[in-house]
């Protein structure tokens, strides 16, 4: 197993006084309750393991998963960030209320980008806006359950598909 992590959480500023939260960064192991980061600042990169790591984003931030199959995240009020899978095959779950200018870059691998059904998809919050995925080699997947403006969508060189399931594009 990959490591888990949440970028977003360490958004805090120091001189404020804010608290670091801490986080289990190998939850899904047979030793979960043992490994453990906190960490308290603005970083604008995460680089992942070797293998399946889970990350979320925060805004402004660039999340490098590299090898194994990667699961990405944003949540609300992320802009800005850029995903970038690497090798096998890695999924960015888009949800959350304002997010806006998210790129993924799949790479090597079958890619999927899922934008996760919203509450309402007719409030203007529940838009995800300027999404870009670069799914690379193998065929890539943008799914789509919400409500979405200005896509682009770049698979490569196989079947690339884009499944509005429920969906609007516009």
Known sequence: NGITFDLSLTQGVVETGTVAVQQ?????SAESDTHFVAALGRFTTLIGSDYGDWFTGASGSTVSGGLGSD???????IVDAVFAGGADADVLTARGRRVAGIRFDGDDGADQ????????????AEVFDELEFNGGDDADVFINRGRVSR???????????????????S
């Not at 289990?24 to 899904?28: I, M």
């Not at 980008?113 to 203007?124: A, M």
């Open 71 to 77: 699961n990405f995240f944003t949540k609300d009020d």
């Open 151 to 169: 896509v682009v969508f770049r698979g490569g060189s196989d079947a690339d598909i884009l499944q509005n399931v429920r969906g609007r594009i």
């Open 113 to 124: 980008l899922i934008v996760d059904d919203p509450l309402d998809v007719d409030d203007p």
């Open 24 to 28: 289990d960064v190998a939850p899904l």
